[in-house]
């Protein structure tokens, strides 16, 4: 295996981690301090504002330490080689529509469904999990169901290969 494929991910999370918490040790407490001084706090508009954004930004922080854990925690070799799952790329033909779509499976913060990019989580990307090459997903959106058979998968590791 060469390079991470998470790793765009994790840094992308890093980044935007990395600049609430900034927000939260250097900008925040200076916008309470500066509401402050506005005097009566109950009536300070400005100090609710900074205090639900710091209560924002705190929650924030805490469910992106959470994804960077899990996004780390993804265990490449164990991801099939044979059935598709997070990293693959599947060719699906529409018989209803007579054609093909091409899309890969990546994690939410990869999605770009415009692009291809569908997240493991999303209706389709569930409806493909764990799918081979040759069989038939019926895929349930809130636009209506969908037969596709996957005329081909290509997994992480073929990729990297």
Do not use: C, W
């Amino acid at each position: 295996m060469s390079t991470d494929p998470t790793s765009g991910v994790k840094e992308k999370l890093q980044a935007e981690l990395d600049q609430l918490e900034t927000e939260l040790r250097i900008h925040l407490p200076k916008e309470i301090k500066r509401a402050r001084e506005f005097g009566d706090l109950r009536e300070n508009s400005e100090y609710q504002t900074a205090l639900q954004r710091q209560t924002m930004v705190k929650a924030r922080i805490r469910e992106l330490r959470q994804r960077i854990s899990e996004v780390s925690s993804i265990d490449l070799s164990r991801v099939p080689r044979d059935k598709a799952a997070y990293g693959s790329k599947l060719v699906l033909y529409d018989a209803q529509r007579d054609e093909e779509v091409t899309y890969q499976l990546v994690t939410p913060e990869e999605s770009d469904p415009a692009a291809g990019l569908i997240s493991t989580v999303s209706p389709i990307g569930r409806s493909l999990m764990g799918k081979e090459e040759g069989d038939e997903v019926v895929v349930t959106t809130p636009a209506g169901s969908r037969t596709f058979e996957i005329r081909r998968l290509a997994t992480l590791h073929d990729a990297q290969n």
